[in-house]
């Protein structure tokens, strides 16, 4: 079992047919007015896997800082592989997010499926200059 693709989005969906709908994805940047901030993002997840991995299989999905420290409450789940053909199959996972960005710094989101780490997600959180705020004079 393998993570095929692993993104950051502002939003997603899947259909019935198993396509996924992705809004503002593959971003790596939180630009920021301030600090805490609060943040919500979808966590994408693409898993191929083999037929002969059939069964239980557990997914950890965790948010860490530059220093290894977690910023949120570890998501962990379980989800099931049916037997059968075909030689792949692809599970598509969903994760909707709201949580606060504590300070600026480099972050990664980590997903553990069966105890092993099989992806990283890097994205790093900066402050922007007040000049770049939207509405708000340079100085105020």
């Known amino acids: 079992m393998r993570i095929a693709a692993m993104?950051?989005?502002d939003a997603a969906n899947e259909t019935s047919d198993r396509k996924v709908n992705l809004l503002g994805?593959?971003?790596d940047l939180w630009p920021r007015n301030k600090f805490p901030s609060r943040a919500e993002v979808v966590v994408?997840?693409?898993?191929?896997?083999?037929?002969?991995?059939t069964g239980n299989h557990t997914v950890v999905l965790d948010l860490i800082t530059s220093d290894g420290k977690s910023i949120i409450p570890?998501?962990?789940?379980q989800f099931a592989a049916p037997p059968g053909p075909p030689m792949y199959r692809y599970?598509?996972?969903?994760?909707?997010?709201?949580f606060d960005i504590?300070?600026?710094g480099e972050y990664s989101f980590r997903a553990v499926i069966n105890g092993k780490e099989e992806a990283s997600c890097p994205v790093k959180a900066v402050l922007l200059?007040?000049?770049a705020i939207p509405g708000q004079q340079p100085g105020s």
Request: charged residues 15%; without cysteine.
């Open 7 to 9: 993104l950051l989005a």
């Open 25 to 27: 994805a593959g971003f």
């Open 44 to 53: 994408f997840l693409r898993l191929e896997i083999l037929a002969s991995e």
């Open 74 to 77: 570890r998501i962990q789940g």
């Open 91 to 98: 599970l598509n996972l969903i994760y909707n997010l709201r």
């Open 102 to 104: 504590p300070a600026p």
């Open 129 to 131: 200059p007040t000049a």
